[in-house]
């Protein structure tokens, strides 16, 4: 399977100019980015996170397929477009736009589900929407703006709140939420499975929390750390570290990337650690594995 598409990716399908971005922010969950585009008729790729698109200025005849049949609706300020993640779809605008997209991870959306309604989650569906009256993304997109150019103190606080505030919107007016019921005992079925193992692989760059890792599955830690023990047969920490010291090796034998760079990639917090837990897992330092 491919890897899905990160935000700060976006441009590499659907050329603009960047009026506004948190990328650099380090915000968790959440990342806003503005753009002016011209008209362009584009394929989508399957993004890692879900889009709400929130439009500004003059109007413009949004289109979008999935594959199926063509809908068309006109879009202007005041309304937002919504896609989901890991699916591929054809957009077509007819004029310039002006917009701002505020990106909600998975986890995100899963952990807060988890939060409002206190029952395990089988899935959450959000579908895409070429055009929804909305009053409140607006207002979000507004005060994320206000963040990113004031560069207050707190910033960090408040937008783990908007991100919050986003996320229950989004379940409350688009989502469609399926429920079951916790098992006493076993481990993970084959869709919680494969929503684990794309998780970990798209972050291994960055540190990955057991709670994080539970809202994907939609489950509470506790939960989460026992199921997940059964069907890995290992801790989350030891089964994370494993898939970092198998990305870096793969890096070593494949690129000239310096090994400062790779310890980044694939998450450790220095070079020394790497070193360190590279050579506790295979025998031998990442520069002599190199040499063969």
């Known amino acids: 399977m491919n890897a899905l598409v990160p935000p700060d990716q976006i441009t590499d399908w659907i050329p603009g100019r960047r009026t506004v971005d948190s990328t650099s922010r380090g915000w968790q969950g959440l990342e806003f980015i503005g753009y002016k585009y011209a008209s362009q008729d584009v394929e989508i790729p399957e993004m890692r996170d879900y889009m709400i698109v929130v439009y500004r200025g003059q109007a413009a005849r949004m289109g979008r397929s999935d594959g199926g049949k063509?809908?068309?609706?006109?879009?202007?300020?005041?309304?937002?477009?919504?896609?989901?993640?890991?699916e591929k779809s054809r957009w077509a605008w007819n004029a310039p736009i002006d917009v701002q997209h505020i990106y909600l991870s998975h986890?995100?959306?899963?952990g807060v589900a988890c939060e409002i309604y206190d029952r395990p989650l089988e899935d959450i569906e959000i579908h895409d929407h070429v055009r929804r009256e909305d009053n409140v993304f607006p207002r979000i997109a507004e005060a994320l703006t206000s963040e990113l150019t004031t560069n207050s103190a707190g910033a960090n606080l408040l937008a783990g709140t908007l991100r919050t505030q986003s996320c229950i919107h989004l379940l409350r007016n688009y989502a469609n939420i399926r429920f079951r019921e916790v098992p006493s005992s076993g481990g993970f079925g084959a869709t919680e499975r494969r929503l684990l193992d794309e998780y970990i692989r798209n972050h291994l760059s960055r540190k990955i929390a057991l709670d994080d890792m539970a809202a994907v599955v939609g489950l509470s830690s506790f939960h989460f750390l026992r199921k997940f023990k059964e069907s890995y047969?290992?801790?989350?920490?030891h089964h994370v570290t494993a898939e970092r010291i198998c990305r870096a090796k793969s890096l070593l034998n494949s690129s000239n990337m310096p090994i400062a760079w790779i310890s980044d990639e694939t998450g450790f917090s220095d070079q020394s650690h790497f070193t360190r837990v590279f050579r506790e897992t295979v025998g031998v330092t990442p520069a002599k594995f190199r040499r063969g």
């Open 107 to 110: 986890e995100s959306i899963s």
């Open 233 to 237: 047969g290992q801790t989350p920490h």
């Open 70 to 86: 063509w809908q068309e609706e006109t879009v202007e300020a005041g309304v937002v477009s919504l896609l989901s993640r890991a």
